[in-house]
């Protein structure tokens, strides 16, 4: 945590061209407003992204409305946002399932999810990675080559892989009905929910790009199709702790994006900007949505833990 802001500041303070950075940024055009105004409009889109996905992999277990799906990513933001590696995102939905003996087929699907999604950062990110380090050696054309045989290798062996990781016999009991939860899993809702985690990481990468084109960096499109899966590869691989989270994010976009000429205060100010946006807002709502004094599944939480303590 300490070296991941120390590294942000050091970038921030050798950078000695702020006057010209602040005029450019007090003289932004108005596409460059639009491209704000965009990113802001995403925001809802992602949001519905995850919760349709989330309310995919419960189908089987607790068939629930678009709005309760909604509510329950809501509250999975602020478990997942005071929590390390936001390991609190799904255990907090799960809370609010009506019936308690779902809440590990619930796990299971939350696992499901975020494997989905973790899939599809990496599957993007991989070949992003190779030609950050081989550079002009390496074409663009063959890792585009290499990543869609990522692709089909992955979905090709995804069913195989879970039927093999469940016939493990593994000593945690828990863990093992946890695998075999997932090995019932059809196919078809596997594809379906990493389908949705493609399209919601492709929007916010979006965000991203769009937030980059407001604070004024200087890269082309065809940049940010590397460097943005590269981020995002080097984001989500990064042990995170919720205080070293801005930290963490900041540090690789400045270490990522300076690469291809963006300047260490824009690529902070990019980062701070996603942050309020995907994860402020987010946050923010989250306390109107599902006030746990007003929801009676949280409040008899509440009531339990005091009565205990």
Same mark, same amino acid.
């Not at 009905?177 to 399209?199: D, K």
């Given at each position: ?36 105004? %965009?990113?802001? $409009? &995403?925001? #809802?889109?992602? +949001?519905? =992204?995850? !919760? /349709? ?99 089909? %290798?992955?979905? $090709? &062996?995804? #069913?195989?892989? +879970?039927? =093999?990781? !469940? /016939? ?108 309020? +946006?995907?994860?402020? !807002? ?28």
């Amino acid at each position: 945590m300490v070296g991941a802001y120390a590294y942000l500041l050091y970038q921030l303070i050798v950078f000695d061209d702020y006057a010209a950075l602040w005029q450019q940024f007090t003289g932004a055009h108005t596409w460059q407003h639009l491209s704000l105004l %965009l990113c802001f $409009a &995403l925001f #809802p889109l992602n +949001i519905w =992204l995850e !919760a /349709r996905k989330w309310q995919c992999l419960m189908r089987g277990v607790e068939p629930m409305s678009m709005r309760e799906a909604q509510r329950q990513v809501y509250f999975g933001i602020v478990g997942g946002f005071v929590t390390p590696y936001r390991a609190g995102d799904y255990p907090a939905r799960v809370m609010l399932l009506r019936d308690k003996n779902h809440r590990l087929s619930g796990i299971t699907m939350a696992l499901a999810g975020s494997i989905s999604l973790t899939t599809v950062i990496v599957l993007a990110g991989l070949p992003s990675l190779c030609i950050f380090f081989a550079g002009d050696t390496l074409r663009p054309l063959w890792t585009v080559f290499f990543a869609a045989f990522l692709c089909v %290798l992955f979905l $090709a &062996l995804l #069913p195989w892989l +879970i039927r =093999l990781l !469940a /016939r493990i016999d593994w000593r945690n009991p828990k863990l093992k009905e946890l695998l075999q939860q997932l090995a019932s899993m059809s196919y078809a809702i596997l594809l379906r929910v990493l389908w949705l985690s493609f399209l919601r990481y492709v929007c916010f990468s979006l965000q991203m790009g769009l937030v980059l084109c407001f604070c004024g960096a200087d890269m082309s499109i065809s940049d940010m199709f590397i460097a943005l899966p590269l981020y995002y590869l080097l984001v989500t691989i990064t042990p995170n702790l919720p205080a070293a989270d801005l930290g963490i994010r900041g540090g690789w976009a400045v270490f990522v994006f300076s690469h291809w000429g963006c300047t260490a205060p824009t690529a902070a100010m990019a980062t701070i900007c996603m942050w309020i +946006i995907n994860t402020l !807002a987010p946050l923010l709502l989250a306390t109107f949505i599902t006030p746990p004094a007003k929801h009676p599944r949280l409040r008899q939480h509440l009531n339990k833990y005091k009565i205990q303590n």
